[in-house]
């Protein structure tokens, strides 16, 4: 009987794109429950009460009160509705949660010093949810997990007795961990015997993302390609033992982009609307960029754009020390981002260093997002580590080839141009491997060069646009997954 329930699944996460986002998790958080309940899941979200979700959820009915454990205090658990419509559990704890700030940091951009609690605290009630002992009647047949700040739910529901969910845990970036001292165990509630190699303890510490990849049914990261590299260093950061020991509770399954808000045919932002179909068009968007930023009107130079964070991560210091050889091939830059103050300073001074030639922005702006990937010529990402990435999915869906460091996500979505992939009209972009200023001005030389191929740069937009990015094929991924784990539940 068991096997015919419908399938439901309770999606706990610390972010849902459009009430608050810091990140990508946020848009898969927004995206996928909706992508599965498409597909006949029962899906609910799981999430803090921000006041940003306070204000946001408009109504909301109470479902339960529940006590303090530990040293996480009682809270009341609230149901509402996301904008796109799927249903929403809000965890509400005035004294965690009702403060200014983001929803890691305060205004200052300094952590909260009580980030195990308010994340112990999701944790808690997450586990509670999926056990035999919820104060709902609303059960999840798969509890999946999302980073950090989900990761210690399985290690709860793993303690407690009776029917629980399977459960799933997403690694969405390796790089953050939530590591705290020994004494948070008791803090949390949780038993003396979780701490230990086999369990929460990392290092002396405890990580709430070592006891979800410890203690979840199964593992997933956001690429195939990222689940190969986190299992050795450097890119396993600390963990890649357990996670290649897990080899066979791990896959990869590529995160999906919003193909409504990302659509050359009806984008709000962009100048000019098109298709594979009408390409030349595109050519206004890009002299519309050019006026946006300043840019010399010019139809023919190559117009190279990337939109990011300015962090390690994400190689803007590799751009900037690329930038005189790329205006010198000619080129023009578009670049729009924040973050490390030195870069910021360094980009607005290549810009004036330079008018007519690089246009930069600091700060973040949807609309001149979309408009540099529906105006740039070809797209440059050269991130040194990308769980997934979302940008060179969105320049292939608006026929701007990417150029691409050759780590995680970015092997998975982009298809090299060499020879064999334009023979049988594969290629949509360019990779270069190593991290270096070499590799990256190579693949740029070879993405200008086949820019300058009309022919051949038409055929690689429309084998871009034609690739399938969507939330869908994601979704089906997971369906498969939840019903593989349930399949080993004796019926």
């Known amino acids: ?32 429950p909706i992508a599965l309940m498409a597909q006949g899941v029962e899906v609910r979200v799981l999430m803090p009460g ?10 909301k009915g109470r479902l339960a009160s529940l006590p303090a454990m530990g040293e996480l205090p009682g809270c009341q658990l609230l149901a509402g509705k996301l904008p796109g419509g799927v249903p929403l559990l809000i965890v509400d704890c005035p004294q965690l949660y009702h403060r200014p700030g983001g929803p890691y ?51 709860y ?27 948070t165990l008791s803090r949390l509630g949780l038993p003396p015997s979780a701490f ?14 070592k006891a979800g990849l410890y203690y979840a049914d199964h593992i997933t990261t956001v690429s195939p390609n990222y689940a190969q590299e986190i299992q050795h260093a450097p890119l396993g950061m ?26 050359p045919e009806s984008d709000p932002y962009i100048a000019k609307y098109y298709n594979a179909a009408r390409l030349p068009v595109k050519l206004e968007n890009k002299r519309a960029l050019q006026s946006r930023l300043g840019l010399q009107a010019a139809d023919d130079v190559p117009l190279i754009g990337s939109v990011g964070r300015f962090t390690d991560q994400k190689g803007f210091d590799l751009i900037l020390e690329c930038a005189q050889a790329l205006i010198g091939l000619p080129a023009q830059l578009a670049i729009l981002g924040s973050g490390d103050a030195e870069l910021q300073e360094a980009f607005q001074q290549l810009a004036r260093s330079h008018p007519g030639k690089v246009g930069v922005q600091i700060g973040y702006d949807e609309s001149l997002a979309h408009q540099i990937e529906a105006g740039a010529d070809l797209f440059l990402m050269p991130s040194r580590f990308e769980p997934c990435g979302l940008n060179q999915m969105y320049s292939q869906r608006y026929g ?39 590799a990256m001005l190579i693949g740029v030389g070879r993405a200008v060069a086949a820019y ?40």
């Not at 921000?50 to 109504?59: I, L, S, T």
């Open 238 to 263: 600390g963990l890649q033992g357990l996670l290649a020991h897990r080899v066979e509770r791990l896959t990869g399954i590529l995160n999906g982009i919003d193909t409504d808000a990302w659509d």
């Open 157 to 183: 529901l793993h303690f407690m007795q009776g029917e629980k969910a399977r459960t799933v845990t997403t690694i969405h970036n390796l790089a953050y961990q939530g590591v705290y001292p020994a004494v």
């Open 196 to 209: 230990s190699p086999n369990g929460v303890e990392y290092y002396g510490n405890l990580s709430f993302l």
């Open 105 to 155: 940091q305060d205004i200052s951009g300094k952590d909260w010093a009580d980030n195990d609690l308010r994340f112990g605290l999701l944790c808690y009630v997450a586990a509670l949810l999926a056990g035999a002992h919820s104060p709902i009647t609303w059960r999840p047949r798969i509890l999946h997990c999302n980073d950090w700040q989900a990761g210690l739910a399985p290690a």
């Open 1 to 32: 009987m068991a096997a015919k329930r419908k399938l439901s699944v309770l999606f706990v996460t610390s972010e849902v794109a459009p009430l608050v986002k810091t990140g990508g998790l946020a848009d898969v958080s927004g995206a996928l």
């Open 452 to 491: 300058r191929d009309k022919k051949l740069w038409r055929q690689l937009q429309k084998n871009g646009m034609a690739r399938d990015f969507s939330w869908d094929t994601s979704a089906r991924q997971y369906l498969e997954l939840y019903a593989a784990l349930l399949a080993e539940q004796p019926a």
């Open 50 to 59: 921000y006041p940003a979700v306070m204000e946001g959820v408009k109504a």
């Open 400 to 438: 701007t080839p990417p150029v691409v460091h050759a780590t995680g996500g970015l092997v998975d979505s982009v298809v090299d141009c060499t020879p064999q992939t334009i023979a049988n009209k594969t290629a949509t972009g360019f990779l270069f491997s190593p991290m270096t200023r070499e």
